[in-house]
């Protein structure tokens, strides 16, 4: 079945970059996403990333994809106070109805 | 301004008692799901639904029930018959992937008590 992990915490100072790793068992995941989940609310999107895609930058943060190792990552540059939550990847296959496979969660401290 | 509406954010309940939980969302999208979300572990779908007058057990179903009767609304009912209904509850909606990325929109969560 399909596996998605997540180291459990990281820890910055603000203004480094943030890498959040995520890796996944299921080859034939077609969608890949990262959502934001701040402190007792729901998860926001924050980008979404197609197999056939090696990269994909959004302002501040750049997610990179090595299919063959499985291996999604989402760099955050100039980290903030603001970026601190927790931090979820995710993988689903394509379909009408999108079963979404969600990890544990990287939770993210910056430090000031 | 679309969106997805949880309601009530906080709900307490006692032991044996059935609680429904409110979704409604008007982006317009078809499918809508719950998750059930406890402290340090992923989310777990709990149930979700393709169009109106459907849906489907997810992977943790047993003590929870939905209705699908419109469009904008998912109700989930926790019944007495689930052991550890205290969590955090989630619902989301999302477009067919023919016409997105098939990603979910969520909603701000329910935090369900019960002692």
Request: with cysteine.
């Amino acid at each position: 079945g399909e596996d998605v992990e997540q180291s459990l915490f990281l820890s910055v100072r603000e203004g480094d970059s943030s890498v959040i790793n995520c890796t996944y068992t299921d080859s034939s995941s077609t969608y890949l996403y990262w959502y934001k989940q701040e402190p007792g609310a729901g998860l926001q999107l924050l980008t979404y990333i197609f197999s056939n895609m090696d990269m994909k930058q959004d302002q501040r943060l750049t997610v990179l994809l090595n299919k063959k190792d499985k291996h999604l990552s989402l760099r955050i540059a100039d980290t903030q106070t603001g970026d601190s939550a927790i931090y979820f990847c995710a993988e689903s296959k394509s379909g009408g109805y999108q079963k979404v496979t969600f990890g544990t969660g990287t939770k993210l401290q910056v430090i000031p | 301004d679309g969106g997805i509406t949880q309601s009530p954010k906080y709900l307490f309940r006692k032991e044996g008692q059935n609680v429904t939980l409110s979704c409604e969302q008007n982006l317009n999208h078809d499918a809508m799901y719950w998750y059930r979300q406890d402290p340090g572990q992923g989310l777990r779908l709990i149930y979700y639904s393709q169009i109106v007058n459907d849906f489907q057990k997810g992977d943790i179903a047993e003590g929870y029930s939905v209705s699908r009767e419109k469009k904008e609304s998912f109700p989930l009912t926790v019944t007495s018959a689930q052991k550890n209904p205290t969590a955090f509850y989630l619902c989301a909606s999302s477009k067919p992937t023919g016409t997105s990325g098939g990603e979910q929109y969520f909603g701000p969560g329910t935090r369900l008590t019960v002692t």
